[in-house]
């Protein structure tokens, strides 16, 4: 079946940190893969989104790149801000009419000044 | 474009009174999910519907939860009788031709 694995949390940075979230995938075929972003009392926003291997997606400063031969979607950002302070869920869609998301278990992130 | 809108954004109830938390997803949008978030189970997907007819339910927790899409544009989780373990964060989301979700704020469920 599908899965999706992310690094243990929660993490805690410093402002203007680098920042890596780890995230690996288990699925048949070829998933699009996402990474949502809850900050805190919201819903999930997209935050990127990749389609097929070696694409990379950005939003806000934030890249991941899909790497189909490590199963790999990890999450990077050069320089952390405070407002990043939020829960990052990896997820897959496998694909198909009726497919739904499988998300990882999310890592709350915290970022201080 | 409103997003996917829910109501209402706040609920408390008492254990067996019924509760009905409303959805309205992004016209256009062809697939509708429904959600539940708490600190113990994390996001767990509950029931989703694809051209309103439901596709998988089995995330529903017991029959005391029903949920329905009588049209495009509505959808309703019904929890009858409501019990204080169902206290929870309930999201819907919309998918149109491609593959990304959106969420609505969500519904925060309190039953005492």
């Known amino acids: 079946g599908n899965s999706v694995t992310q690094m243990e949390g929660p993490v805690t940075l410093s402002e203007e940190a680098f920042l890596t979230i780890n995230c690996t995938y288990t699925?048949?075929?070829?998933?699009?893969l996402f990474w949502y972003v809850q900050y805190p009392g919201e819903g999930l926003q997209l935050l990127l989104k990749a389609t097929k291997a070696d694409d990379k997606g950005s939003n806000k400063g934030f890249e991941a790149t899909y790497r189909k031969e490590t199963t790999s979607f990890h999450l990077e950002k050069g320089s952390v801000q405070v407002s990043d302070s939020a829960v990052y869920f990896c997820?897959?869609?496998?694909?198909?009419?009726?497919?739904?998301?499988?998300f990882g278990k999310g890592i709350t992130l915290s970022v201080r000044p | 474009d409103a997003g996917v809108i829910q109501s209402p954004r706040h609920e408390v109830t008492e254990m067996g009174q019924e509760v009905t938390l409303r959805c309205k997803p992004i016209s256009g949008h062809n697939s509708l999910f429904w959600y539940r978030q708490t600190m113990m189970r994390g996001l767990e997907l509950l029931i989703y519907?694809?051209?309103?007819?439901?596709?998988?339910d089995s995330g529903m927790p017991e029959d005391r939860f029903s949920a329905k899409m009588p049209n495009a544009s509505f959808s309703t989780l019904k929890i009858q009788p409501s019990e204080p373990r169902d206290s929870a964060v309930y999201f819907c989301?919309?998918?149109?031709?491609?593959?990304?979700?959106?969420f609505g704020p969500g519904t925060r469920l309190t039953v005492l």
């Open positions: 519907f694809n051209n309103n007819v439901p596709i998988d």
């Open positions: 997820a897959l869609n496998p694909g198909g009419a009726n497919s739904k998301l499988t």
């Open positions: 699925a048949t075929g070829y998933p699009s």
């Open positions: 989301a919309s998918r149109g031709s491609y593959n990304e979700q959106f």
